[in-house]
């Protein structure tokens, strides 16, 4: 704005230099011709020249000054005037008319108003001078003297008011443009400075991706060194299925950065190996077939540890699917084909490719030729084909990658840690078990133990029953897990429905430990577990989806407050196993014979019970000789020998029994394969041993007399303690002879 005041200020200035010059042209040539006193010229051009001297002072002192149009005004007025009352013709009021338009630049109504009335009131008052001098002109030129003065001064105030308008639009649009320019040139700084600092955190951003990157990538290998060394056959094992597939990833068209994924997922494919006990891991021989689905169950465990964690697509895929078949025949799913994940897929090649070619507790690795015809066999049977060609390829074409295991000192110390770690965790996790199990609302073991215990000792009688449903795993493995848990539910539903006052556990997979503290007698919890049994079988016949479940049931009795629930447990679980030889859907009562709690006492009736099932076992309902297992035909291949050779029979029930609480599950079963091995290494190759129960197992010993036979007993037992030598359990037995009816 100010820069147009200036210019306005210096086109009137000289517009007006330029007015006087013209009129003082004129009045050196009426002086030259003598029609004008030449002193005249002089003072307009002292009255003309002074005004405008001090109006380009003020100009050149303050040029953008917007009062210096109202010290122009008043200067052209003083000349005006002047020449208005000496001037020798009336046609000297024109002179106004030059800076009509000039004023008007100034776009001020109240200027223009004010300059035409000083100069009608000037033009008047000349009028007045002239008449008393006696030079008045015409009356008519009077009037078009002053109508030309109003006229013109009118259009230029309307001129003015119009210019001022469009002015005041224009200013404000420019100072809308300008400010918006202004805010474009500091937004568009803002912007650079932020550019500059978007510049700085994305070198900063990518330099922490690639510190966190390799900081997963270690985190993720001492995971994977941490799951590896609970097999000490399979140390580097996730690194190299890893490696290699990434290189089958590559083969088979995926980008570098997605085959990179791959890496992440491949090192973790073992993690539900944490799961998994060690004895199971370290087996050397033929896994039983709980261990089986204990081993089985990595997949399952894997999948649920890596089903939350989105950093890494798909993480869980290698986990939980890395074990099914392209044929369908695999776990956990049974999925077929393409509906396994194609990642799956790859990491099932890697993965046994580098199961055949390295050394296990159990076998040494495969010559490379048999690797190869492995591959070829199994294409498209359990492996992807695709997947299986790629593998082939590489292998032959000398291309899969050489991995080296990074055996730093550092790393051993990260596994070492992380491996404490997990125990603690494992610890704590076991301490801290939730109350109820979610599937079936029953109580969990830890917590069932602890609230039966307690309510032993509140009641102080009642019954234990130990509920089992039959086939449960091979239905879980035929089925799908879906119908266990359905299943599991339906059992849990049923027994809660047998009282108000019982309390349900959850022991095992399939298994429910159940205290009734109403139930005195044997004959009551045997009609309590008969009418349980028919409500299943009644519910499968009924209800389709539940066509193949069925329930065996074993029953102890509680006879005192001090009775121990660990014990019942036993004892009911041994009541369970003979409950079972008779067939699907039976039960069977431990009976303690008696008030007397003695320890002793229980294991001899259990031998006794154990040797009336096998002498009279066709009196047992549910076609029990069809159903009755391998040492039912033994037992009566040794009784018949015996007898046709007039030889003794004697059988031997060894029991592990608790002295102090506390035992896992996993050291229970190292115990009694330590009494196993015990037994196997003293008995004879014509002498037979098999399970009872989770903590017994049966002998059956030929042709000895009472005395051998206890030195055969005392041999197993100086062996296991000798083997064991903990003071937490301690190895009861109790004998019989077979050959005497009892």
């Not at 290189?247 to 995926?254: D, F, H, L, S």
Request: hydrophobic share 40%.
């Amino acid at each position: 704005m100010s820069s147009q005041i200036k210019r306005i200020n210096r086109t009137l200035l000289l517009g007006w230099g330029l007015i006087g010059l013209v009129l003082l042209v004129a009045y050196i040539g009426e002086a030259v011709k003598s029609d004008l006193d030449v002193s005249y010229v002089f003072v307009f051009l002292a009255v003309t020249i002074i005004p405008i001297i001090f109006v380009s002072i003020m100009y050149f002192k303050w040029r953008d000054n917007p009062r210096i149009r109202y010290y122009f005004a008043l200067g052209y007025l003083i000349m005006y005037g002047f020449v208005l009352f000496t001037g020798n013709t009336m046609m000297v009021f024109v002179y106004v008319l030059p800076m009509v338009p000039l004023i008007v630049l100034y776009h001020d109504p109240n200027m223009v108003a004010a300059t035409g009335g000083v100069t009608l009131v000037l033009n008047i008052a000349a009028l007045f001078f002239w008449s008393r001098a006696g030079k008045l002109w015409e009356l008519k030129d009077h009037e078009i003297q002053i109508a030309l003065i109003l006229v013109t001064f009118l259009g230029a105030y309307l001129a003015a008011r119009i210019y001022d308008s469009i002015y005041r639009v224009n200013e404000e649009y420019t100072n809308a443009i300008t400010m918006q320019k202004e805010e474009l040139y500091q937004q568009a700084e803002e912007l650079e400075a932020i550019n500059g600092q978007l510049n700085e955190y994305s070198t900063e951003l990518t330099e922490k991706n690639e510190q966190m990157r390799k900081m997963t990538m270690q985190t993720i290998m001492t995971i994977a060194n941490t799951i590896d060394a609970k097999d000490e056959y399979t140390r580097g094992h996730s690194r190299r299925v890893a490696e290699y597939a990434v290189a089958i990833a590559r083969e088979t068209g995926y980008t570098r950065s997605d085959a990179e994924e791959i890496r992440f997922i491949g090192l973790l494919h073992d993690i539900g190996k944490i799961g998994v006990p060690d004895s199971v891991l370290n087996k050397p021989g033929k896994l039983s077939e709980e261990e089986y689905q204990l081993m089985k169950d990595h997949t399952t465990i894997g999948g649920e540890i890596l089903k939350d964690i989105t950093m890494i697509h798909d993480l869980d895929v290698g986990a939980k699917y890395h074990h099914e078949r392209y044929d369908g025949s695999g776990y956990p799913d049974g999925l077929k084909g393409d509906e396994i994940p194609e990642i799956a897929r790859i990491i099932c090649v890697a993965d046994a490719y580098d199961a055949m070619t390295s050394n296990r507790i159990y076998r040494r690795h495969l010559e490379p030729d048999r690797v190869l015809y492995e591959l070829e066999n199994g294409r498209g049977k359990q492996f992807d084909p695709k997947c299986c060609e790629a593998m082939l390829r590489l292998i032959n074409e000398d291309r899969l990658p050489k991995v080296k295991l990074d055996d730093s000192k550092e790393v051993r110390q990260a596994v070492k840690i992380l491996s404490r770690v997990i125990d603690k965790a494992e610890a704590a996790a076991a301490a801290e078990e939730v109350q109820l199990d979610e599937l079936t609302g029953a109580f969990t073991r830890s917590a069932g133990a602890n609230l039966i215990q307690e309510q032993i000792g509140r009641y102080g009688k009642g019954s234990i029953f130990v509920v089992d449903i039959d086939g449960f795993r091979r239905l879980n493995e035929k089925e799908g897990f879906m119908v266990g848990d359905m299943y599991l539910k339906a059992v849990a539903e049923q027994i809660h429905e047998l009282s108000g006052n019982l309390f349900v556990s959850r022991f095992g997979a399939d298994e429910f430990l159940v205290y009734l503290p109403g139930t005195e007698t044997a004959e009551d919890a045997e009609s309590i577990a008969d009418y349980l049994i028919s409500e299943i079988r009644e519910l499968a016949s009924f209800d389709e989806r539940y066509a193949g479940l069925s329930i065996c049931v074993g029953i102890t009795q509680i006879a005192t407050e001090k009775d121990r629930v660990m014990v019942a447990y036993e004892n009911a679980s041994k009541a369970l196993y003979v409950a079972k030889q008779v067939g699907i859907g039976s039960y069977f009562c431990h009976r303690l014979d008696g008030d007397d709690d003695d320890l002793d006492v229980a294991y001899s009736v259990d031998l006794k019970q154990l040797v009336d099932v096998l002498r009279n076992r066709e009196h047992y309902k549910g076609g029990y000789t069809v159903a009755f297992p391998e040492f039912g035909r033994v037992y009566d291949y040794i009784s018949n020998i015996a007898e046709r050779n007039q030889q003794q029979v004697h059988i031997v029930l060894f029991t592990m029994r608790e002295i102090r609480s506390g035992l896992t599950q996993e050291e229970r079963a190292r115990i009694m394969n330590i009494l196993e091995k015990s037994i196997v290494g003293c008995i004879r190759n014509v002498d037979a041993m098999t399970k009872y129960s989770n903590v017994q197992r049966v002998v059956l010993l030929m042709n000895l007399n009472e005395d051998q036979t206890r030195q055969v007993i005392n041999r197993i037992m100086a062996d296991f303690y000798r083997t064991y030598d903990q003071k937490n359990v301690e190895i009861h037995y109790d004998a019989a002879d077979l050959s005497r009816k009892a």
